[in-house]
């Protein structure tokens, strides 16, 4: 995959447009999707929650351009400085204030616990894009606790629509107040020319802190008790592809997104854009693109990944 990596994007069209990434809410690590081609990419990477950004500093050099912001991204044009709640985990510290009383019901809710407010300074993202001479965005990631799709769509529409992949972390149940929620997501971006190419939901067990520690001792014993109950579902991990319906799209944007829908494993749309992109440009890598698409789905059948739709299929035999 490496070799095939560097063949596309050493193309002349990536020289002065490399693939352009946004990562708000960084504090956890990198994205672990970019890492292979990350040595061609510009990362833009946001956070203010400074607790667990040093590792940024770390990783420089594993981008062709990295620019570190330790501030908050404000869907506001007037930047200033804000009220922003830093909780018991900085992974949930947010520039929304924690629902602690529609928490309670749930295990997690000591995570969201404010331990103090603090003002911190924003940023906007239109702006820093211009700021930077950067006109174009590829790929688009945010975990900003709440605000997903209003930093999303502070983007203006000539940049947004032409973003090739796109990843939220919205809420399901209220963790914070007047935040934004994974059905708004789902309902602006499969309306704007995005098609969700998957969904990982996560949450906590529906039993409130203080009752589980009391009830279920500690330390190793806990935990596994913990990790054993059944979760109800709390927010999602959702990522969106372009749909490529857009006739503005060059053999640059066609050539990455078959780049994208491959590492993430939709070799089937793959396949779609590598033939599109030769009907449309008539250029031979998009053959080559194309033959090794086939070559991955036709992998997928040897590797038995049919076998659950089989299992499904006899089980519902059964069960008629």
Not at 43 to 71: H, P, T, V, W
Not at 195 to 200: A, E, G, T, V, Y
Not at 215 to 243: C, H, R
Not at 259 to 287: N, W
């Given at each position: 995959?490496h ?18 990434l ?6 956890e690590?990198?994205?672990?999707k970019?890492k292979?081609?990350?040595k ?6 946001f956070d ?26 404000h ?11 830093l909780?018991?985990s900085p ?16 295990i997690?809710s ?10 911190l ?5 239109q702006r ?7 006109e174009?965005v590829?790929?688009?990631k945010t975990d ?8 999303f ?20 149940i ?7 929620k ?14 969700l ?5 996560k ?5 409130p802190?203080?009752?589980f ?8 014993y806990?935990?596994l ?16 592809i372009?749909?490529f ?12 997104g ?7 494993h939709?070799?089937?749309?793959a396949f ?11 250029m031979e ?10 070559e991955r789905?036709?992998?997928?059948v040897l590797?038995?990944k049919?076998?659950p739709?089989?299992m ?6 059964l069960?008629?």
């Amino acid at each position: 995959m490496h070799n095939l990596i560097d063949r596309i994007l050493t193309q002349k069209v990536f020289a002065d447009k490399p693939p352009v990434l946004i990562d708000i809410g960084a504090s956890e690590r990198l994205h672990h999707k970019w890492k292979k081609f990350a040595k061609y990419a510009i990362c833009l990477a946001f956070d203010a929650d400074e607790r667990d950004f040093q590792f940024i500093e770390k990783k420089q050099s594993g981008f062709r351009k990295l620019y570190i912001y330790n501030s908050i991204v404000h869907d506001k044009e007037e930047e200033g400085r804000v009220k922003f709640y830093l909780t018991t985990s900085p992974y949930c510290s947010s520039i929304l204030e924690p629902d602690v009383e529609k928490l309670k019901p749930y295990i997690g809710s000591p995570l969201f616990e404010p331990i103090k407010t603090v003002e911190l300074k924003t940023v906007h993202l239109q702006r820093v894009l211009n700021e930077l001479h950067i006109e174009y965005v590829d790929w688009f990631k945010t975990d900003s606790q709440g605000i997903d799709l209003r930093l999303f769509t502070s983007i203006h529409e000539s940049i947004r629509d032409k973003i090739l992949v796109a990843e939220f972390e919205p809420g399901i149940i209220d963790a914070y107040k007047g935040e934004d929620k994974l059905s708004s997501i789902l309902e602006y971006m499969i309306s704007h020319h995005f098609w969700l190419s998957d969904m990982r939901i996560k949450g906590f067990s529906r039993i409130p802190w203080q009752l589980f520690h009391s009830n279920f001792g500690k330390g190793i014993y806990q935990k596994l008790v913990k990790e054993s109950m059944k979760k109800a579902p709390g927010w999602g991990e959702l990522t969106f592809i372009n749909d490529f319906e857009s006739a503005a799209f060059s053999e640059r944007e066609y050539m990455l997104g078959w780049l994208f829908a491959s590492l993430e494993h939709h070799h089937s749309f793959a396949f779609t854009l590598a033939d599109k992109g030769y009907d449309r440009f008539h250029m031979e890598i998009f053959k080559e693109l194309k033959i090794i698409s086939k070559e991955r789905i036709k992998r997928e059948v040897l590797a038995f990944k049919f076998i659950p739709a089989v299992m499904n299929k006899i089980k519902k035999l059964l069960n008629k």
